[in-house]
């Protein structure tokens, strides 16, 4: 039976998806969509469940799932075209909800908490090389005939590149952030804070954003706008980039977010500590900062292919 079919849901299991939740926002710190996510994955489980069990889902039908019906949940997510990525970042949220609901009532949460997520290969994170990455931040200033225009471009991706910032959290800055500090406090997914160290050249693209734009930067407001003074748009940093790439013949994973890749990437090639950089980009898993070791390993052995007699 399909996961988005109708069914019941006990309100004893309501609750407890409610407090769950209210659990993850408040001990866990994760962020809304994040929750958000999970309640439609378990959502999904469950109703798969109920049409599976052939009835309603209650707190106890949770805790007497089988090895067999996990399996076939699976296995129906796949059918319906599901990547292994995906179902194990569902199967991720039925387990982080059964671990909780456990404790709370009491049974053997075996069948589910054992069950394997399927494989995959995570995607390595794909930088710009540095002297590109130079060159694209030049060549963004050139997309806009108006100077104030220009100079916020290019102050948002040298931000973005030098302090390795996520876009949202680049556009979420105020004007009470400026003048940047050395150290700049920035709230990332989950609302968790970390500090970053900002560049000279940071700096002095902002302040000179700061000192040709046309609206008043009051210290609730956003520090960059668009053309008519609202907050600026993921979406036209985006654009701007988009077109300075083609224009420099770079390839199309030259976007805001490779800017980040390429902070870390460019450290890590410097001689970065793993665990420094991690701190850096707000990474709660060190796992995550290790993909660039990885990036780290393929520069390394094409340069090494490169300049070696048998490598020609």
Known sequence: MSGTAPFQISPGLRDALSAWADHMRALDGAAENTITAYLA???????????????????????????????????????????????????????????WLCEREGFDPTAILSMRAPKFRRPLPRPIAKAATRELIDTVGLQHE???????????????????????????????????????????????????PVLPAARAAVDRYVALCPYELGPEAPLFRGARGGKLSPRLVAGVMARARMQLGLPSSATPHALRHSFATHLLEA?????????????????TTQAYTAVDAVHLMDVYAKAHPHGR
């Open 41 to 99: 994955d378990l959502t999904g489980f469950l109703a798969f469940q109920a049409g599976h069990r052939g009835g309603s889902m209650g707190l106890g039908e949770v805790g007497r799932l089988t090895s067999a019906d996990m399996r076939a949940w699976m296995a129906a997510e796949r059918l319906r075209g599901a990547g292994a990525r995906s179902v194990a970042r569902r199967l991720s949220a039925v387990k982080s909800f059964t671990r």
């Open 146 to 196: 108006t100077p104030w225009i220009a100079a916020r471009d290019v102050a948002v991706v040298t931000l973005l590149y030098g302090c390795g910032l996520r876009i949202s959290e680049g556009l979420g800055l105020t004007g009470a952030d400026v003048p940047l500090p050395d150290m700049l406090r920035i709230r990332g997914k989950g609302g968790k804070e970390r500090l970053v």
């Open 271 to 287: 001689g970065g500590d793993l665990r420094a950089i991690q701190e850096l980009l707000g990474h709660a898993s060190l796992s």
